[in-house]
């Protein structure tokens, strides 16, 4: 795994907006980030931490070289465009510099997306705090883990539209994780009715694990109705 | 946003036409526009109200720049082509003129899809009137949502094949609502075991609340077999 | 509506492969023709009746211009090529010379298809003998019909290897029914576990057929699904 | 059907690995092989028995030239490249070595996917050892099979991470089957809440018989999903 820290050259940057417009049209495409919805982000800078993000209010299939910000470790806009960042850029901003600082890591990109299964699961499942995920192979596609035989819990928050106090809700429970060994205690989270955050070292990681998550929530949708229909 | 509203040159029609002939490709790949279904218009002058609109009976998939009519304010089909007009064309006249006219902003573009679920909630949900949509960060994808926290009555219409009477209903109906705020109070409509109809200031506003509304639909259909399916 | 029946030089000929070829990659890509399942054929000559068909275990979503055969009335390969027309051929004969008979309009091109809809409709409402289609405005899109007001029934036969065998079932069936109306009595058929027959005046006709009866297959199948979950 | 037993040049093994990473391309676009999931192999020598096989741990939508590597019969990598063979090697040695042995007719490539319907389907039906697939025609689809009226179950293993224990279940029910006939026993085998394993004499083969076994899969699950829903 490279991370996405390279030398801030003006090229380094260009060539990252680049990868996250790629993503955009994948994503939408694949129904993951219809209408303006979904935002993307990579670390540009380490140190101090520094973002591009999508700026707020674009449409994903058709993202422009213009259609993001660069922000600081506070969400700040630093770039002097008078661009807006996405609504949620304290989210990005928290997962690249928390889950580093809890030893979960590098962060080099974070992704988030609005699917089907994310919002329903998300709905249906937030009085019991997470998504349960188990036995399934397709869990060896997230950073660490080796085996079927394990259980994923991806927890939900309930959504909001606080950021700040959306933030520390993650933070104190992300806090209390245990992040010391090699396979981080969680790889994603789901606010509920509204969609999925991953993160990766790399965007090729993250969007690695975009993927790993949507399929087993639709695993884990479909195996419901399928455990249901085959009842007696 | 920006209305499509322009200096009403030829070449503005054309490039209008264009793109509704793209909005045609794409609607068909996307499985909401099948067969000959669907029919989208743009209004191309204000005052007096004209529109461009599919002729009738075309293949969404293949419009081509002969395919479309300009009608006035009544639906009549004023350009000499001998074309005739979508069957529904009264429905479009009817929501570029009374929208605008109620408050609910301008309307530069009006799209008529058929999809699945669409087709499916509209039959299912036709006895209490309308689709409800509540709790969902992707309602912030419609016109004047700022929260997940709100709830979008999507109106049903029983159908009909009779223009005047079905636009009559929707007129009823549409004056009793209260168009005042920044909100409108419905982004589009129903037709029962039919389709939706949506709207926008530009084609783009409107094909985005198609995108928006199909989703959200989806997620009320699927949301409610996974319901069904986790009770014990 | 243009019928397919045309001199028949050998370029109209090539023609019509071509553009049969195109319906294989397209249904391939849509999931109606999977593996070497489905045939395709059109009318190339009305007096005496000759069709070109799909040649016997092609992969429909790579056809090259020598997977058709030429085949008469009876079904018999007549080009001398050696090559086995499709297995199903005399369905397709069969419909492309009855259903004119009866007074059903001309049949330019005959498509049979294998979606997952159509194959598990059809297991499940043999018992009835056809699924029954009502009150939906995708009706509209089939030959004759003009409101949603309206019932199809599309006829299930139960599947059979003995094309003789089955072809006289549906002749039985086809003979008692009503042609004389300008809305034809069944604009298509299912086989049980297998697939949807339709066919049409020209082979955009027969498409459109495809496209229509497939939709509203998915409408019958979810909207059922969603009818259990919704009730209390 | 062809086998890929070819002259052993490096031309042909570059042609058979440009196969396979079109076919890493398409499945990943059908959702069969998300993320680094799934793995494809070759055979290019049978005696003595080498196959080119997916390296470890490559995203499947994007393999190069390099991320293939040789093994023989043991899943040993011999091609001095210091490439790790995917995890799954010694499944592929084995179906390609014991399928030909017993009488199941030459084997010129292994396919193995993940995708969500044998995920869950073959999780769900692991209490009873198989997924029974009955009455459909697209079972012709299958090598050796002429008649919709006949029944596959398709064997699932309970998944390991180990491959010589797993490799072992797997050579005990395969030696116990009939492989005498012209009609193989089994077509593929599920391993649980995991993915297929089908093969065939050529890459093409292989590829339709993945094709088949996933529209079964589709129409099994959804049948039943249907089943329980019309069920008074």
């Known amino acids: 795994m490279v991370t996405l820290v390279q030398p801030d050259t003006g090229d ?9 417009r790629a993503i955009g049209r994948e994503f939408h495409a694949r129904s993951w980030s219809l209408g303006t919805s979904s935002n993307y982000s990579a670390v540009v800078s380490r140190d101090p931490l520094e973002l ?10 058709a993202l422009g070289p213009d259609d993001f910000v660069r922000v600081d470790a506070a969400g700040r806009v630093g770039d002097g465009s008078g661009r807006k960042s996405s609504a949620e850029t304290l989210l990005h901003c928290l997962i ?11 962060v080099g990109a974070v992704l988030h997306t609005h699917s089907v299964w ?29 085996t079927h035989d394990t259980r994923e819990d991806v927890p939900i928050f309930a959504n909001s539209q606080d950021m ?13 994780l245990d992040w010391s060994g090699p396979r981080p205690p969680v790889h994603g989270f789901l606010l509920s009715g509204h969609g999925l955050y ?25 195996g419901r109705l399928l455990a249901a229909a085959a009842a007696p």
Chains 1, 2, 3, 4 share one sequence.
């Open 198 to 222: 991953t993160w990766g070292a790399s965007l090729a990681d993250a969007r690695r694990q975009v993927e790993i998550h949507e399929f087993l929530f639709e695993v884990v949708a479909r």
């Open 52 to 61: 591009v993000i999508t700026a707020s209010g674009k449409d994903k299939s």
């Open 96 to 106: 690249a510099e928390l889950v580093p600082a809890l030893g979960g890591g590098p």
């Open 12 to 20: 380094a940057t260009a060539d990252t907006i680049d990868r996250l």
């Open 164 to 176: 700040v106090e959306l933030s520390g809700r993650i933070r104190s429970l992300f806090s209390t």
């Open 118 to 146: 994310s919002t329903i699961l998300s709905a249906a499942d937030l009085p019991r705090g997470h998504v349960r995920i188990e036995g399934y192979e397709m869990l060896k596609g997230l950073d660490g883990i080796g």
